[in-house]
């Protein structure tokens, strides 16, 4: 019988909801590298859907006559679209299953994303852009809650930084792909690319299981037969409406700073430094190199000194960074430059889905990756359209000037927070439970 459908018939210790503190021997398993791969391959796509508009935008904009304002609103749409899709796909991930609703998700986002080459004018793919964001909104969250729930929660950052890596994976994808795809076939062709896809998830939904720990939690809830709404979990006491409303925070600056460079980067670097199309994908794709690398270190140190500790180290160097690189010219400083920044301004990313997770029990975990951080993204996703009205009123250098002061805010909102030093792990079944 498959495991995914098979609930333990033999009584189950009850599920309170409170996270357990159990003993984690730090072993990784072959179920949590695929798990993982597969929730960093989703990010994947996700990235390369979200970004492909900023290498498009320039050409949307001549093809279908748009202002800088209706170009700066179909940046943020889709953001927009991403809170819909995380408040209503993370509470499904908690009740049937983090492997089936990621596929499902992927499979939305995949074929509007497909729909948006078929476009018109700015209310149709304004319509294509914002479904495709609700199926963007709830993958990551599933994914994030998968690789948490399959790794050892002692390489909880670890997992969770390898799946933000997927992202900028994407992203970069995104920047080799988008030059050569608009120059032979014009803007839609890479819309087209997006509907790919939905093939893959077809491949997640039949090849890989549910992890260990959701299993567990829904044969609880099979033997209790009540089952207590995700979302409650969020705001349950003082602690949990502090903490929730922290993590928010942090998720909204991270999106605000990371939408802000990212959307109008290729821009800045064509207007202000005099970058062709080309070349402008090049850079951009080096400071997504940074972003990757950032990723990377900052799971390590996160495993190792703290959360707190590792975002604040992350959080003052994308400060410093990002004020630094608004004041570059010469071609090559902001090639040396954006790698930099692109460390410290987005390498944080994968810290997120361990804190929600550190924080969280399954009944809940991907309900509140799903809303905190889709929540986060949602008031992140306006950061298109206030660079476009500064970039407008002041210009460029001074709008990403500005971005550096919200990691100031970022470093206080952490203190909402508790620390955990060291990660909690999930409960499991003991061998009388089993029996």
């Not at 990235?47 to 170009?71: H, K, M, N, R, W």
């Not at 943020?76 to 492997?99: E, K, M, N, Q, S």
């Amino acid at each position: 019988m498959n495991r995914d459908e098979t609930a333990p018939d033999q009584p189950i210790a009850p599920d309170t909801g409170q996270v357990d503190t159990l003993p984690d021997d730090g072993q990784v398993t072959p179920y949590g590298r695929k798990a993982v791969f597969a929730a960093t391959l989703g990010y994947a796509m996700d990235g390369f859907d979200l970004q492909i508009l900023s290498f498009a935008l320039p050409a949307i904009v001549l093809s279908l006559g748009l202002s800088t304002t209706e170009a700066g609103w179909l940046a943020t749409i889709p953001l927009l679209g991403t809170v819909t899709g995380a408040l209503i796909f993370g509470a499904l991930a908690d009740r049937y299953g983090r492997v089936r609703v990621m596929a499902y998700s992927i499979i939305l986002f995949a074929v509007f994303t497909g729909l948006t080459a078929l476009s018109q004018g700015f209310v149709e793919m304004a319509i294509f852009r914002f479904i495709a964001g609700i199926g963007i909104g709830g993958e990551f969250g599933v994914g994030m809650a998968l690789a948490a729930e399959a790794f050892p929660a002692l390489k909880r950052a670890r997992a969770t930084s390898c799946v933000g890596v997927g992202f900028q994976l994407g992203v970069l994808l995104a920047a080799l792909l988008a030059a050569p795809v608009i120059s032979t076939w014009g803007w839609r062709g890479l819309f087209v690319i997006g509907i790919f896809p939905a093939i893959v998830a077809a491949v997640f939904r039949s090849r890989l299981r549910e992890p260990d720990a959701f299993l567990e939690h829904r044969a609880r809830v099979a033997i209790r037969k009540e089952r207590r709404s995700s979302y409650a979990y969020l705001v349950a006491d003082p602690v949990m409406r502090r903490t929730s409303l922290g993590i928010v925070l942090i998720c909204a600056i991270q999106n605000f700073g990371y939408y802000g460079i990212m959307t109008w980067l290729p821009t800045y670097l064509s207007k202000n430094i005099g970058l062709s199309l080309t070349k402008s994908s090049l850079w951009t794709a080096v400071t997504v190199a940074g972003m990757v690398f950032g990723i990377l270190v900052f799971g390590q140190l996160a495993d190792r000194i703290g959360r707190r500790k590792a975002f604040w180290i992350f959080q003052a160097g994308a400060c410093l960074s990002l004020f630094g690189y608004s004041q570059l010219t010469a071609p090559l400083a902001v090639l040396v430059g954006g790698a930099i920044m692109g460390i410290f301004a987005n390498g944080m990313l994968g810290g997120y889905g361990a804190v929600i997770a550190d924080h969280y029990p399954t009944a809940a975990r991907a309900t509140a990756q799903n809303v905190l951080f889709g929540l986060g993204r949602g008031i992140g996703g306006f950061a298109p359209l206030v660079v476009a009205l500064l970039a407008g009123a002041y210009g460029f250098a001074t709008a990403l000037a500005f971005l550096a002061l919200i990691y100031i805010v970022d470093m206080f909102a952490l203190l909402l927070i508790p620390d955990r030093r060291s990660p909690v792990a999930e409960p499991t079944l003991t061998g009388s439970e089993q029996s």
